[in-house]
């Protein structure tokens, strides 16, 4: 694992006048699944944003050996960095089919509609549902047609903003056994960022724990699930 | 009966020109949630645009496509030059740039042409089409309702079969999501006030182009508040809702105040605004509106 494929120094991000990620570093290697664990308002959601050029922020963000700090969201996105965002973020009003399609706005190649079959082959009742409404899906449901949605780009990297919010926990597992498969399988490099530490950790290589903005733990995955802090302030032990 | 017929036809004729403005403001509001009040003045200016590049003596026909690119253009600029300075998600100063901008482009054109009323050229051919008992319904008629369904079967294809329609609905739909996606929301939603005041455009020149009016700077003040009746009738978020909504208030109009002794002409515009309030008390989304249209 030498191959950084995302890396983040000193990141600071700001709402008006209150500081909230204080100077934070990180990285994803190649081909890895990262994990920010982190309580409510701990800044789980503005980093991930930061990543992905939504909100102002200081410090560098380098992807691929390039910075991207000062790229806009549109620009970030043609690198191959996908971002799946806190409450799914799908596109209501358009049908299941046009939310892919919608995924895959800035390739114009000609395997745009296989890949829409390899979604639907993923994950077969959104064939099911490829002419209703995004809107009118189940939770579960949304949450997969927002993961296809972000891999219909076919990025380098996947961001997840807490996939798990507001799910069933049997939902939860089928939807994290999925991200193993796509890791494993087409060696996607995902940074997900989760309140729900036993499911992140049990599948993640890496993790960091953020609290109030500053990184507090980092380490294996599997050192962490086993790390007392950890355990007493995530894994309800 | 005749007259009855005559009224119908009459209906169907406004209401064509009403369902084109209507059709440019939802295109806006789908956009942006926003009405755009300064929409029958551009769409006035392009009228004007069109008669100044006909007298100019280009064919009438290419005057009109001519005249929809430029106040196309024109919008976009506009849209560039003020509107993307505002937070999309604060209406009230951007509804009071629109007021404002109905005034200015008002202005304009009283500056440049004059409040006499001017010939506009006959796009359609003269005479009636159809003639039962006493009732005519002229080819301006059929005209202006098939260049009404035109229009809105194109911008259905626009926006629904291809790349920018995509993004367009997209962008409508979840602004942010549009933002993670690669969308340029900008030049999106730009193009968006460059097609509603073609549209807009196009909806001014049939208006005009009926053989009884003549065009001058306030021809589209009362179709403007009209047409804002129809948006809401049909659903504001919907093109074939406008053409309903147009459509009914044409009728409402020409046929249901005609017949109900207690409703003086004067008060047309009352009368259409109480049958507004009828529909979206039962229908708050209009005839054809997304229900609950959410937007952050
Ligand atoms: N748009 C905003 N304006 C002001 N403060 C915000 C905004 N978004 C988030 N915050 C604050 O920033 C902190 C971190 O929020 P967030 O990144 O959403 O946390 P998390 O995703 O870990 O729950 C919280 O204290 C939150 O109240
Ligand atoms: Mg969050």
Redesign the interface.
């Known amino acids: 694992m030498t191959n950084v494929l995302l890396k983040a120094e000193n990141l600071t991000a700001t709402y008006g006048q209150v500081e909230i990620l204080h100077g934070i570093s990180f990285e994803v290697y190649g081909n890895e699944i990262a994990v920010i664990l982190g309580a409510n308002g701990a800044g789980k959601t503005t980093t991930i944003r930061a990543l992905s050029g939504m909100i102002d922020t200081t410090g560098t963000i380098t992807f691929n050996k390039e910075d991207i700090s000062q790229l806009e969201p549109d620009s970030i996105v043609r690198k191959g960095v996908a971002h799946v965002p806190q409450g799914r973020g799908t596109f209501p009003e358009l049908t299941v089919e046009d939310n892919l399609r919608v995924g895959a706005f800035i390739r114009s190649d000609k395997e745009v509609e296989s890949d829409i079959q390899n979604c639907y082959d993923t994950y077969p009742v959104l064939f099911e549902r490829r002419s209703q409404s995004a809107g009118s899906l189940s939770g579960g449901e949304q949450q997969m047609l927002a993961v296809s949605r972000a891999l219909m780009s076919r990025p380098e990297l996947l961001l997840l903003d807490e996939p798990s919010l507001g799910l069933a926990p049997q939902i939860v597992e089928a939807l994290f056994e999925r991200f193993l498969i796509m890791n494993k399988d087409h060696g996607t490099t995902m940074l997900i960022v989760e309140q729900n530490a036993q499911i992140a950790l049990g599948m993640a290589d890496r993790g960091y724990v953020l609290e109030a903005g500053e990184i507090a733990v980092e380490g294996q995955a599997s050192s962490l699930i086993n790390d007392e802090a950890i355990i007493r302030a995530y894994l309800g032990g | 009966m005749d007259l009855f017929l005559q009224r119908l036809f009459d209906g169907l004729t406004n209401g064509s020109a009403y369902a084109l403005i209507a059709v440019a403001l939802v295109l806006i509001f789908k956009a942006t949630t926003l009405i755009n009040f300064a929409q029958g003045e551009q769409a006035m200016l392009g009228a004007f645009i069109v008669l100044q590049l006909w007298n100019w003596g280009l064919p009438m026909w290419i005057a009109v496509i001519t005249g929809m690119l430029i106040s196309g253009l024109l919008a976009g600029g506009l849209e560039r030059a003020i509107i993307r300075r505002f937070d999309p998600a604060d209406h009230l100063p951007l509804v009071i740039i629109t007021l404002g901008l109905f005034l200015v482009l008002n202005a304009v054109a009283a500056i440049i042409w004059r409040y006499d009323p001017l010939a506009f050229p006959q796009l359609f051919p003269h005479g009636s089409a159809l003639t039962i008992g006493n009732a005519r319904l002229s080819w301006y008629s059929i005209f202006a309702f098939g260049s009404c369904i035109l229009v809105l079967l194109l911008l259905h294809v626009l926006l629904n079969k291809t790349?920018i329609g995509?993004?367009f609905?997209?962008v409508?739909?979840?602004l942010?999501?549009?933002?993670?996606?690669?969308?340029?929301v900008g030049p999106t939603l730009q193009f968006g006030w460059a097609l509603a005041a073609a549209a807009g455009t196009f909806g001014a020149s049939i208006y005009a182009a009926n053989p009884v009016l003549q065009i001058e700077p306030s021809i589209m003040l009362r179709a403007l508040i009209f047409s804002i009746t129809a948006a809401a009738l049909g659903g504001l978020d919907s093109l074939w809702g406008a053409l309903l909504g147009g459509l009914t208030i044409g009728f409402i109009q020409s046929v249901l105040v005609q017949y109900i002794p207690f409703i003086p002409n004067e008060m047309t515009l009352a009368a259409t605004v109480a049958v507004l309030l009828i529909v979206l008390t039962f229908r708050p989304s209009g005839f054809l509106g997304?229900k609950a249209?959410?937007r952050v």
């Open positions: 790349k995509l993004s609905r997209a409508s739909s979840n942010e999501s549009s933002r993670l996606c690669g969308i340029k997304t249209v959410e």
